[in-house]
């Protein structure tokens, strides 16, 4: 048994509304630079549709991810290696920007330049390749809301197979949105894609990243991954990916899209899984079972044996413990209602997805039936708007039995929370689900109440180390770090690093830094300097300040 | 040396050794100091159709060549006619086989050249030194194309082996023969003087990306981990990427 710790991700899709910011915080944060316009490491696609790029779900297209040979030995869908070197001068499974979209902007200057005239100017699209004027066609969000749907969505692949089940017309109509990112795979076929070895996974929190030093922009990683989450920048000519944040997961932070998440739908903690079992659980002969064969890799981090293992493998205790209070091994391995996405691409995905319920309840309601008996709402899961087919394609490789439960389970829980509000006995029992009452309370409180500490485990990477790690990594270019930035040794307002980005309780405690108003709500001393409408009580005087 | 002009001496041994050292020297600081940079600076995402025919056909048609100019330079003629292969029969394999290669760099230059000339979003990606290598680079091909074809195959054939290899092999040897060199025809004089502003351009160019080819991928493990590793941090106010003193190793 070889324990290694993963930082995992699990996104609740009942709560998605689709809104976006988490894509818009990831690119000002990771991707607002040329070069990397069309990039998105975290994007929301609306399901069905093509997603993004077009069709990347379709591997026998792209050629992605991992496949069995002729042995049922686990090898790259795009051929051997040799094959590939042998094709390094043109890759036949990448990609081309018009699956993506042609980066543009527009020319802004045109409104403050234009002669004088009758008509108000209006601005033009400039390609961002060439400069040159040009009409979108196609992008990450074309396709928002089943926008072109009647048109485009039949051809999503996880339709394909089932088409003659699915109608798109507008009482039977059905949609979801699935934010992506970076899958941070357990058996990564981008890294094994790699001709230069510039890819890798970090050993002490699974991170796949890039090594921007030693990428020669041999573009195999883009075609490798299955999901398409790696990214080829058109002015460095190197590749990118999303890092998982790993700054703020070092810190101890969740990522940027789980911190900004309006929804508050995404989890973050650690799994822990035995190494040597990834190969051959992702060998697994029947693409179906790939789902309990990855489930099958996660180790119990309660499991005495497992912990005594884990120490003396070198798991610190704090990641241990961090392990023990994961809301995504809760989720994934302790209730199983959270589902990997693509399991059958056999790269042992880490994003995983709770399966969208509510449309189920609604049309329940809608009915006239009583979404307190279970029964009513199990009975309503298989003729819900989402097919249960549709969701296992996307989620368990066809397999609809898993999503069934997940959804059950799902459902039972708000059976039993609500009988419990209203102070009834529960007319349902949860073990009909595999459940307990405590199982129900405990799902209750991650995904209802789902508090900001509950939604996040991450334990810091071990300070003893810090300096190392932000060391091994500045050379992929923090764009604070230029001479005199405020990268530059320099710890930023509070001076503090890490400890500054969050208020600290002894902070929130000391009157000159915040203070409670009168309305109760805790306010920060933010600016020295009066304002008419802020007055005193922000603050007593005490840090040489005006309040 | 005697019967050699200054301007031999400079054009046909200091020109060249200059570029040589350029060409090693420039190697060990962009390697050091330009990491990030050092790419094959694939357009496969800008423009897919005339790539597919044109890369491979030209980099496969550049091993031919290169494998020839080994063969025709580097080997000398002493050792070919030792082991009993006569001239006349090096040349009929040199004019066949090099015209093979010719004909394959042909189609590759020609669609890569239009491709980056007149598609738009490929244009776009060239940097200035890239544009010079890739024109000094034309011109090398072009010359050699003329010499394969036009002489070896048409032509007359001319023996560069007692002409261009020596001075080519003395180079290295310490003892350029100039004289061989500087009575050579004007196409071949071209064509190495070329040569050498290719080699002395090379290290700044994305030529840089043949030697990064992966071979070691046949050999290693599949996925790649790696560990935090201690490493110490950058020099104050150099964010890494600064020019160091060679043997320093951080």
Redesign the interface.
């Known amino acids: 048994m070889r324990i290694m710790a993963q930082v995992c991700m699990v996104m609740n899709l009942d709560k998605c509304i689709g809104c976006h910011t988490c894509s818009v915080t990831c690119k000002q944060t990771w991707t607002n630079r040329p070069g990397t316009e069309y990039v998105y490491f975290n994007n929301v696609e609306t399901k069905p549709g093509l997603g993004y790029p077009a069709r990347y779900e379709d591997q026998e297209q792209w050629k992605g991810g991992w496949t069995l040979d002729k042995k049922g030995r686990l090898a790259l869908k795009a051929g051997s290696r040799l094959k590939k070197l042998a094709s390094i001068f043109y890759n036949p499974d990448l990609p081309t920007i018009e699956d993506y979209h042609e980066p543009y902007s527009y020319d802004y200057a045109h409104l403050i330049t234009a002669p004088a005239g009758t008509k108000a100017p209006s601005v033009s699209t400039r390609s961002a390749l060439t400069g040159k004027e040009m009409n979108p066609t196609w992008g990450a969000n074309w396709e928002d809301d089943l926008a072109g749907a009647p048109a485009r969505a039949l051809s999503d692949p996880n339709i394909v197979a089932m088409a003659d089940k699915v109608k798109l017309d507008f009482e039977s109509v059905f949609m979801f949105y699935l934010p992506r990112i970076c899958e941070h795979c357990l058996n990564p076929s981008c890294v094994a894609s790699c001709p230069s070895g510039a890819m890798y996974k970090r050993e002490e929190d699974g991170i796949v990243l890039v090594d921007q030093d030693r990428c020669r922009g041999w573009r195999f990683c883009v075609s490798g991954c299955p999901y398409k989450k790696v990214y080829f920048n058109h002015r460095t000519g190197k590749a990118e990916k999303c890092t998982f944040c790993f700054p703020r997961i070092e810190a101890g932070l969740p990522t940027i899209c789980s911190e900004t998440c309006v929804g508050r739908l995404r989890y973050l903690g650690l799994v822990l899984y035995d190494a040597d079992k990834v190969l051959s659980a992702a060998a697994s002969e029947d693409a179906g079972d790939l789902y309990e064969a990855q489930l099958g890799v996660f180790l119990d981090p309660d499991d005495p044996d497992v912990a005594i293992a884990a120490e003396r493998q070198g798991i610190p205790h704090d990641w241990l413990a961090a392990a023990r209070r994961s809301p995504t091994y809760a989720l994934i391995a302790r209730h199983r209602v959270a589902l990997p996405l693509h399991p059958e691409y056999r790269t042992m995905p880490m994003v995983w997805y709770i399966p969208p319920l509510s449309p189920v309840a609604d049309v329940t309601a809608a009915a006239g039936y009583d979404d307190a008996k279970a029964e009513n709402v199990f009975a309503a899961i298989d003729a819900l708007r989402i097919p249960v087919e549709y969701l296992a394609n996307l989620f368990t490789a066809g397999r609809v039995d898993p999503v069934r439960m997940a959804l059950r389970r799902l459902a039972m829980v708000r059976c039993v929370m609500r009988a419990h509000q209203l102070g009834i006995h529960p007319a349902v029992d949860p073990a009909e689900v595999g459940l307990t009452e405590n199982d129900a309370e405990d799902l209750f409180r991650l995904l209802a109440i789902a508090r900001y500490e509950d939604r996040y485990v991450v334990p810091p990477a071990h300070a003893e180390n810090a300096g190392r790690l932000l060391a091994q990594h500045d050379l992929s270019g923090c764009s604070l770090e230029s001479e005199g930035g405020p990268g530059m040794g320099g710890g930023g307002p509070g001076g503090d690093g890490v400890a500054g980005f969050h208020l600290r309780r002894e902070d929130a405690a000391d009157p000159s830094v915040a203070g409670r108003d009168g309305d109760g709500r805790l306010h920060l001393r933010v600016a020295e300097h009066p304002s008419p409408g802020s007055p005193g009580s922000l603050g007593p005087a005490g840090a040489g300040g005006l309040a | 040396m005697r019967g050699v002009t200054g301007f031999q001496l400079w054009w046909w041994v200091i020109l060249p050794y200059l570029a040589l050292a350029t060409f090693v020297i420039g190697h060990i600081w962009r390697y050091r100091y330009d ?14 159709k005339l ?2 025919w044109g ?2 056909v ?3 048609g550049t091993f031919a060549a290169i494998a020839g100019h080994v063969i025709g330079i580097l080997v000398p003629e002493r050792w070919t006619s030792e082991i009993g292969i006569p001239e006349a029969a090096y040349r009929w394999f040199s004019a066949g086989a090099g015209t093979l290669a010719a004909v394959l760099i042909i189609i590759g230059v020609a669609i890569l050249a239009a491709r980056r000339l007149f598609v ?2 490929v244009r ?2 060239t940097s200035p030194v890239d544009w010079l290598a890739l024109i000094l680079l034309a011109i090398v091909i072009v010359m050699g194309i003329a010499e394969t074809i036009g002489v070896g195959l048409l032509g007359g054939g001319y023996d560069y082996r007692q002409s261009v290899a020596l001075w080519f092999r003395g180079l290295f040897a310490g003892n350029p023969d100039v004289r061989a060199i500087a009575h050579a025809p004007f196409l071949y004089q071209l064509h190495a003087t070329a040569a050498w502003a290719v080699i002395a351009v090379w290290p700044f160019s994305r030529l840089v ?1 043949a030697w ?1 080819a ?5 050999w ?1 493990p ?13 020099e ?2 150099t ?2 990427r600064r020019w160091r003193r060679i043997g320093v190793h951080y």
Do not use: C, D, I
Request: proline share 8%; charged share 20%; aromatic share 14%.
């Open positions: 990491q990030f940079g050092w790419t094959s600076r694939s357009t496969e995402l800008q423009e897919k790539l597919k890369s491979p030209f980099h496969y738009a979003r776009a990606t990306h990064s992966p071979v070691g991928y046949l290693r599949f996925v790649v981990y790696r560990s935090r590793k201690a490493t110490r941090p950058n104050p106010g964010s890494g």
